[in-house]
């Protein structure tokens, strides 16, 4: 039996939901994809390495998620909404990964 229990929740088609604020998701969606990070305070890009396997992941206080494995999504997301712990929603547009529209509040105080 497994006792390892996810930092976040699969909500429909394309929702994660973060619900644990000790770790940070790394979000991975493809290989062209820019990397984001999701934390106690909001989503941003992420700028360092990325954890190689969840053992180094779990040092740095990190989960790493891949969109497209079968345990999440099971495909690349062009669009994503991600519920972070501080009451806000973010729209995560992959079609717009170079312009400022990349990440954005999508909704303030969803609960």
Known sequence: ???YEKAFLVSGRNTLI???KKLDLVVVNDDDDPVIVVTRHGVKPFNES???NRAEAKERYLELVD???SDV???AKTLLFIQAINNKEYKVDYSKKDSDL???IHQENYI
């Open 1 to 3: 039996m497994n006792n």
């Open 18 to 20: 973060h619900k644990n």
């Open 50 to 52: 990325v954890p190689a």
């Open 67 to 69: 969109i497209s494995s």
């Open 73 to 75: 999504f099971g495909e």
């Open 102 to 104: 990349f990440i954005r």
